[in-house]
């Protein structure tokens, strides 16, 4: 059974900075896709960063040039590092597994999601 467990949420002054965590176990880290979403009150659930298991990244356009994903596979651990947060970043973030079996995702996987509030 694959698990997420994220951390490194909390609240911060607009400006901050935050490290988000997310560690699976279970399963083949190093052959999932990961990525975080957000989600704020009142809204779906949104696309953050991914980083491909070759490596490749991939950002939204609103966190460009403030947010990083990257991933150890050697600690199962893939983690996004936010600086210059603003408020609009306060959401829910959840970190996500794909494991993709030619262009389709045959597993996908969910954590339970940590609170980041970004105060102005």
């Known amino acids: 059974q694959v698990q997420l467990v994220e951390s490194g949420g909390g609240t911060v002054q607009a400006g901050g900075s935050l490290r988000l965590s997310c560690a699976v176990s279970g399963g083949i880290f190093s052959a999932y896709d990961m990525g975080w979403y957000r989600q704020a009150p009142g809204k779906q659930r949104e696309l953050v960063a991914v980083i491909t298991n070759g490596g490749s990244t991939n950002y939204a356009d609103n966190v460009k040039g403030r947010f990083t994903i990257s991933r150890d596979n050697a600690k199962n651990t893939v983690y996004l590092q936010m600086i210059s947060l603003k408020p609009e970043d306060t959401a829910v973030y959840y970190c996500?597994?794909?494991?993709?079996?030619?262009?389709?995702?045959?597993?996908?996987?969910w954590g339970q999601g940590t609170q980041v509030t970004v105060s102005s």
């Open positions: 996500n597994a794909v494991l993709y079996g030619g262009r389709w995702a045959v597993e996908s996987y």
